[in-house]
């Protein structure tokens, strides 16, 4: 089992730029894939980015790519999204997931964190 804690969400302009914080506990956390997701209110939940474990792949969706960052700490327990630029189109609830290969899909991410609410105001 891996429980995972997502926080940093919160309000911000357009423009602006926030950091999501993601951390694991309990098995071993550099053993997995970690990928963000996030969810707008009555959308499907969304791919946004992934890293592999031990950092050297990552991809993201087009949506996000030169503005958002992935890395992860593997000493630390804890993957990072680093989102600048913001625009109002990302506001959702961002989720972070483990998975043991580097996918985009949702179906395979074995664990999930509760989620974080980011709003992007224009």
């Known amino acids: 089992q891996v429980q995972l804690v997502e926080s940093g969400g919160g309000l911000v302009q357009a423009g602006g730029s926030l950091r999501l914080s993601c951390a694991a506990s309990?098995?071993?956390?550099?053993?997995?894939?970690m990928g963000w997701f996030h969810q707008a209110p009555g959308k499907e939940r969304e791919f946004v980015a992934v890293i592999s474990r031990s950092g050297s792949v990552t991809r993201y969706a087009d949506s996000v790519k030169g503005r958002f960052t992935i890395s992860r700490d593997n000493a630390k327990n804890t993957v990072y999204l680093q989102m600048n630029s913001l625009k109002p189109e990302d506001t959702a609830v961002y989720y972070c997931?483990?998975?043991?290969?580097?996918?985009?899909?949702?179906?395979?991410?074995?664990?999930w964190g509760q989620g974080t609410q980011v709003t992007v105001s224009s």
């Open positions: 309990g098995r071993a956390f550099s053993g997995y894939t």
């Open positions: 997931a483990a998975a043991t290969l580097v996918s985009t899909l949702t179906t395979h991410y074995n664990y």
